[in-house]
């Protein structure tokens, strides 16, 4: 007994014309990338490069795989733009910033409040960040403001992002990092596990940038979902000091030994300066002055 052949109805039919409407629909957003595919008929059988490009068209079914290196040397000379939002306080630190780079670009956010004086706010033009990389300038600088730009924080990366940067300059609560008794609260911890719960974007983790956090060891605060990046503003104090004409006549004071174990490696040129707070017997607090000048020890008491 001979089987008899069942014959596909997809057998002569070629499905390479419906690879292009498939591929294009809502990849405008994506970033660069590259796609090598086979398409393949009874009749036919052909391999094409698929490059996705973000512009108007961007699916493009390339015959000859050697153009694409020639797009992708093309796309490489486009910098990265940049979306760079910001909190009212630092619109013009915002403005100086982008001033400096024609790969960032500003946007706007609306700051309203309700009668009752909560926030009330508006991301400007926000299905054109899709795709986007997306910065915030963030400025802690009271308890009232934290809110609303948590509000902003926690919404941008749900914008479909290519990926999300908080920028803030001070961690306000960075002095209150430990605890001397029972009872004491490290408000530290308490705003890194807040930072901690941002949602992640397409790109992965928030990275979130601080300068010149009170102590380096407030990293192990932060939780897995964010990466913090510790920056600090020292370098450019080292350049602005070697401008002034007196530059061979400076001497750094650090207000505590702690901000002297902070920043001294980064300032070890220069001759120190370091105060001491003690408590005599009546319990009458002095100020001590410890002056070193790296061959010599000076004690003054103030």
């Known amino acids: 007994m001979t089987a008899t052949p069942v014959s596909s109805p997809y057998r002569n039919l070629d499905f390479s014309a419906r690879v292009r409407p498939l591929l294009a629909e809502r990849w405008q957003t994506l970033p660069l990338k590259q796609i090598c595919c086979e398409l393949k008929s009874l009749a036919n059988s052909q391999k094409r490069a698929v490059e996705c490009l973000s512009d108007p068209d961007p699916i493009r079914i390339i015959q000859?795989?050697?153009?694409?290196?020639m797009a992708l040397n093309t796309s490489a000379k486009n910098p990265k733009k940049v979306c760079l939002f910001y909190s009212a306080e630092t619109r013009a630190l915002a403005e100086r910033v982008a001033a400096e780079s024609d790969a960032i670009e500003l946007r706007s956010i609306t700051w309203r409040t309700f009668e009752d004086g909560f926030p009330n706010l508006f991301i400007s033009n926000a299905p054109g960040i899709r795709g986007q990389h997306v910065a915030f300038l963030a400025s802690f600088s009271s308890p009232g403001v934290i809110f609303e730009q948590l509000s902003i924080i926690y919404a941008l990366p749900k914008l479909f992002v290519?990926?999300?940067?908080?920028?803030?300059?001070?961690?306000?609560?960075?002095?209150?990092?430990?605890?001397?008794?029972?009872?004491?609260?490290a408000t530290a911890f308490t705003l890194a596990r807040i930072l901690s719960n941002i949602p992640i974007s397409?790109?992965?983790?928030?990275?979130?940038?601080?300068?010149?956090?009170?102590?380096?060891?407030?990293?192990?605060?932060?939780?897995?979902?964010?990466?913090?990046?510790?920056?600090?503003?020292v370098p450019l104090l080292m350049n602005r000091l070697q401008q002034l004409p007196d530059s061979d006549n400076i001497s750094i004071a650090f207000p505590d030994d702690g901000a002297w174990k902070r920043f001294h490696k980064q300032l070890q040129h220069f001759p120190v300066l370091i105060c001491r707070l003690f408590v005599q017997k009546f319990g009458k607090a002095t100020n001590e002055l410890y002056a070193s000048?790296?061959?010599?020890?000076?004690d003054v008491m103030l």
Do not use: W
């Open 64 to 69: 000859n795989p050697k153009s694409l290196s």
């Open 202 to 233: 397409r790109g992965g983790p928030t990275s979130l940038v601080i300068f010149d956090i009170h102590a380096l060891q407030e990293r192990f605060y932060f939780g897995d979902n964010i990466l913090p990046c510790f920056e600090s503003g």
């Open 293 to 298: 000048r790296r061959e010599t020890l000076e």
């Open 162 to 185: 290519a990926s999300f940067t908080l920028v803030l300059p001070f961690f306000p609560t960075g002095t209150s990092e430990r605890m001397e008794e029972e009872g004491d609260v």
